[in-house]
Every structure is written in C-alpha cells, then in structure tokens.
C-alpha cells in the first residue's frame, strides 16, 4: 500500500507539470517551513544564494575541502558564509536539495552578468576539485544552468524553428536518458534492462538497446535533453510519463531517481511544483 500511494503521489506531480495546484502550493509551503531558518533565509538574497549554493556542493573530505576553498581565498566573506551555510546544509536530507536550489533562482537572477560569470566558474571548481563527476553533482549544475544561462544570455542559441512531431525522430536521444534512468534506478543488470524496456515500450520505440554506464555520458545526455526539448507537449507529457514508469519498475522511488526525473522535467519545460519526494 505504501509503493501504491507513493506511485499515486508521483502520478499526481507529474500531471501538475505547468500548473499552480493549491495542494502543491501549501506542500510547498510546509517545505520551507521544514529548512534551518539560515538555510530559508538565504534563498531570497542574491549573495547568500550565492554562497549556499557553494556550500551545498563543499566536499566532505578534508583535503579536497580545503583545495575547494583555496579557488575563493581572496573573498574572505565569502569562505565565511560558505562555511557557515555548510554547518547547516549537513543536516538537510538528499531529497531537499533541488527543491531548495529551485528556491534560491529568483534571488540567483538578481546577480549581476558578472557576478554570474563568477559563480559558475566557482561552481565548476567547486564540482571538479576532487576530479571527478558524479550525478548529484550533475543535477545540481544542469538544474541551475538551465534556469540561469538564459536569463543571462550565457551560451544561449537560437532555437529552431520546428518541433519534433515523433519519438522515431529523436530515437537515440530518448534511449540516452532512458538508459541514465534505468542505470541509476537499479543495481542488478537484469533488473537495469527491465526498467529500461519498461519506459521504452510505452513510447512504442523498438529495436534498441540499453546504453550500459561505462558508455553514457553527462555530455551526451546534456546534447540528449536539449533535443528532447524540441518534442510538441503531448509527446513530452508521454516521455515523462515513460521515465516514469522506468524508475517505478521495482516499485520504490529513491530521492536521486525522484531528482533526475525533476531535472529532466525542468529542462524540456515541464517543471514539477517545488516539493520534495512524495511519501
């Protein structure tokens, strides 16, 4: 019964894509609530956005800590308020972590051109310094840069002028991040490829194959998204549903599964109602 309302829960979410639902209003509303008082309160000023988002991805181990932090020695302030959001944002659950960096883009908006130049170079180091890429480092970059890079016109292109009116069209892109999806919602290989053909069948796609971990990219599931982006509505509300019923496959839904499939939502135009993982 648990799994079920759970299921029900995500259901529900997903089909709220691009609405305002008063339910979803006050879920979100006891979200806020929930946050350390420093940690809420930093999400409405432009500069201590800043600095929480740093703090959020501060390393754990000591020494890559301490790399992290020499990339900003000369703002003294700034180390400050990192380390003193970090106190707190230690004891934040991983399911709060992208509704709480949803909360932080308005204040975010309000940083200068160059402010955000900076930001993102510090992001980046900050992601990097322990040479390495993991997923919830991914979420947490592509989630801003797809908020921020065009509000200040970094990177930004044109976009085309026609839709993609069929899944055929965009066959691989679709199997890329199926298969993100399914690689991180399950351990057992067997299990991996049922998840798989689970959303893959429901949009109707044949005659593919799982990309297994070792040849999956997060550029090529960056280039995947931005076309997949191109879907008309409906067949996006599809796609979400497919992802959907790919993480679902063993009936428990994990915060990282629940954050993938809120990234990926955000960034074809669907974004989910800020809150966190249904219970």
């Known amino acids: 019964a648990e799994a079920k309302n759970k299921m029900e829960g995500l259901d529900k979410l997903l089909n709220s894509t691009g609405f305002l639902d008063p339910i979803m209003v006050a879920i979100a509303a006891l979200l806020v609530e929930s946050l350390p008082k420093s940690i809420n309160d930093s999400t409405h000023n432009p500069g201590s956005a800043y600095a929480l988002m740093l703090a959020l991805r501060l390393d754990k181990d000591e020494e890559i800590r301490k790399t992290q ?49 900076s930001f993102k170079q510090h992001l980046s180091q900050f992601i990097f310094a322990d040479k390495q890429s993991h997923l919830q480092e991914w979420l947490h970059y592509r989630l801003l840069s797809h908020y921020l890079d065009s509000h200040f016109n970094v990177g930004s292109k044109k976009r085309l002028a026609r839709n993609y009116h069929s899944y055929s069209q965009i066959k691989h892109e679709i199997v890329c991040v199926m298969s993100l999806l399914a690689s991180e919602s399950h351990h057992d290989e067997l299990q991996k490829d049922a998840a798989f053909f689970k959303g893959i069948e429901k949009l109707k796609i044949t005659s593919v194959t799982r990309v ?59 974004p989910m109602p800020i809150v966190n993982l249904p219970d």
């Open 212 to 270: 297994t971990e070792n040849n999956l990219e997060f550029h090529d599931v960056n280039k995947s998204i931005e076309k997949i982006d191109y879907l008309v509505p409906l067949l996006k509300d599809q796609f979400l549903s497919a992802c959907a019923e790919c993480i679902e496959h063993d009936n428990n839904v994990t915060p990282t599964e629940w954050g993938l499939l809120r990234v990926i939502a955000a960034c074809i135009g669907c």
């Open 69 to 117: 932090l020499e990339f900003i020695q000369d703002q003294p302030l700034l180390v400050t308020d990192i380390q003193r959001y970090a106190q707190d944002a230690e004891k934040l659950s991983q399911k709060d972590i992208l509704p709480l960096i949803e909360m932080s883009i308005p204040a975010l908006k309000r940083l200068s051109a160059a402010q955000y130049q």
